[in-house]
């Protein structure tokens, strides 16, 4: 069988993740053939150099940015390399499809931005119309186009339907849930130590586009800030440059003192050993498709606070330390009330992880079983 795969759009450390993780799984495979077309940037180099010696494989890339020309390529230049490599399934790995093509598609839908009711209404609330219509209305009338003419979805979680379906029907789409995290034990470390006499470190990983809504960085900013009035030994690390969030309109410069500007984190090593003893994770995202940042730091045993939001339900379960979204009290209160705790923490993380670990095996775990489904079911 000849898939092409259809990678545009994937240019950051949580999708490239994601994608390799995808290509490992293509290799449990070598009788079919794989066409991936994505944008040319060092992360997919990498991948290139990676995968270079599975000769099922072949890597098609573009320099192109503007969306119009990604809709031209999918759907005309796409039509020549379907004929050319004769493609019998086209894999939808970036959440577009093709309109007009008769092959059988699966996409994949990992970006909620544009399923969203609470975001819309976020947007709303702080007078953002225009950056709502920019950002939000006009791809969701694109993509939500797209998913009307398509029959096969995947995504990470079961929430991600529950999000579709305000926006659209889905009662005639087959949906798989694919588990896109390796769970086995060795991917698991022990829970981090805590000891809250000492220096606490608060970890925020965030990418460039930290200043878009949805990632609502506003509430760890002002979190940390109420923190100098409990006179709480602290520091902050997060994954950003001082020019990056100097710049912005959404850091408070007060900050500066208490916080490691890290900067854009490729490196495995460099990532884990920012799970380190006496570390909290916060997220603060208003909706999320899966949150890797947060699967990370449960793998690596660290405490952990996000949203009480139906993602969270979904993906972390119900033990995780969760706060009211745009609520400083709630996530002070959550803050403070692990740092009075007496306990080890030792046992919340163990059951954490073990939730995370019984949720994301009960979904498919690899690719080519969902290709093999939606074979059937065409």
């Known amino acids: 069988m000849n898939i092409l795969i259809n990678a545009f759009g994937i240019i950051d450390s949580g999708g490239i993740k994601v994608l390799d993780k995808t290509l490992d799984e ?21 991948l290139k150099i990676k995968y270079k010696r599975q ?24 039509r020549k390399i379907i004929k050319q490599k004769s493609i019998n399934l086209i894999y939808n790995f970036s959440g577009t499809s093709q309109f007009f093509i008769k092959v059988p598609q699966l996409i994949k839908v990992h970006n909620l931005l544009f399923y969203s009711t609470k975001l819309d209404n976020f947007y709303k609330s702080q007078n953002k119309y225009f950056a709502w219509i920019k ?35 889905t009662k005639n789409k087959i949906f798989y849930v694919k588990s896109d995290n390796e769970v086995s034990d060795n991917f698991f470390s022990k829970p981090k130590q805590y000891d809250f006499s000492k220096k606490i470190k608060f970890l925020y990983i965030v990418g460039p586009h930290f200043e878009y809504l949805h990632k609502n960085i506003l509430d760890f900013n002002k979190a940390m800030h109420s923190l100098d009035k409990y006179n709480i030994n602290y520091e902050i690390n997060i994954t950003l440059t001082y020019q990056q969030l100097n710049n912005s309109e959404f850091w408070d410069p007060r900050l500066n003192s208490k916080t490691n500007f890290l900067g854009y984190i490729d490196s495995k090593k460099e990532m884990d050993d920012l799970f380190c ?27 952990t606070i996000v949203p009480d939001e139906e993602y969270s339900l979904s993906v972390y379960g119900d033990k995780l ?3 009211n979204l745009f609520n400083n009290d709630s996530l002070i209160s959550v803050i403070m009330m692990i740092l009075e705790s007496e306990s080890s923490f030792k046992d919340k993380i163990l059951l954490i992880q073990n939730d995370l670990k019984k949720s994301e095996m009960s979904k498919y775990r690899n690719i080519l079983d969902v290709f093999e489904e939606a074979i059937k079911n065409v």
Request: hydrophobic letters at 45%.
């Open 277 to 303: 003893d006496n570390t909290i994770l916060i997220s603060t995202s208003v909706i999320e498709t899966l949150g890797l940042h947060v699967i990370e730091a449960i793998k690596n045993g660290v405490l």
């Open 321 to 323: 330390f969760k706060y």
């Open 135 to 169: 950002q939000i209305f006009i791809k969701r009338f694109i993509f939500k186009s797209m998913l009307k003419n398509i029959k096969h979805i995947e995504i990470q979680s079961s929430h991600v339907k529950s999000h579709l379906s305000d926006f659209l029907n």
């Open 55 to 78: 000769d099922n494989f072949e890597f098609i890339t573009s320099n192109f940015r503007n969306f119009l020309l990604r809709m031209y390529f999918e759907n005309v230049i796409f």
């Open 26 to 46: 293509f290799t449990k495979n070598d009788t079919n053939r794989y066409i991936l077309v994505c944008h040319n940037n060092k992360a997919i180099l990498r």
